[in-house]
């Protein structure tokens, strides 16, 4: 098991930006596959980027695509996701994820989970 512990949440308008991170624990970080993934208030748990072993490999979703980026420094054992041009959609608690796999974008694959952070963004 990995322990993850979110950070860099908070309140922005519109069009600001934030950085999430995530510092890991336990399992070697350089052995994880690490993603984002985000719930809004009533709506289901959504992917949102990951990023593999090394870094070579990063995947997004469409609605993020372009104003955020994910990566990590296995050195500090924390991963990151940068979101510029915040829009109210993007509204949600944000969760880091690990897995034991070198790349993967499917929840069901992530077997550690952090608390979560919240990110709001006012219009």
């Known amino acids: 098991q990995v322990q993850l512990v979110e950070s860099g949440g908070g309140l922005v308008q519109a069009g600001g930006s934030l950085r999430l991170s995530c510092a890991a624990s336990?399992?070697?970080?350089?052995?994880?596959?690490m993603g984002w993934f985000r719930q809004a208030p009533g709506k289901e748990r959504e992917f949102v980027a990951s990023?593999?072993?090394?870094?070579?490999?990063?995947s997004y979703a469409d609605s993020v695509k372009g104003r955020s980026t994910i990566s990590r420094d296995n050195a500090k054992n924390t991963v990151y996701l940068q979101m510029n041009n915040l829009k109210p959609e993007d509204t949600a608690v944000y969760y880091c994820?690990?897995?034991?796999?070198?790349?993967?974008?499917?929840?069901?694959?992530?077997?550690?989970w952090g608390q979560g952070t919240q990110v709001t963004v006012s219009s």
């Open positions: 994820a690990s897995s034991s796999k070198y790349y993967s974008t499917y929840a069901s694959d992530f077997d550690s």
């Open positions: 336990g399992r070697t970080f350089s052995t994880s596959a």
């Open positions: 990023i593999s072993q090394n870094g070579r490999l990063r």
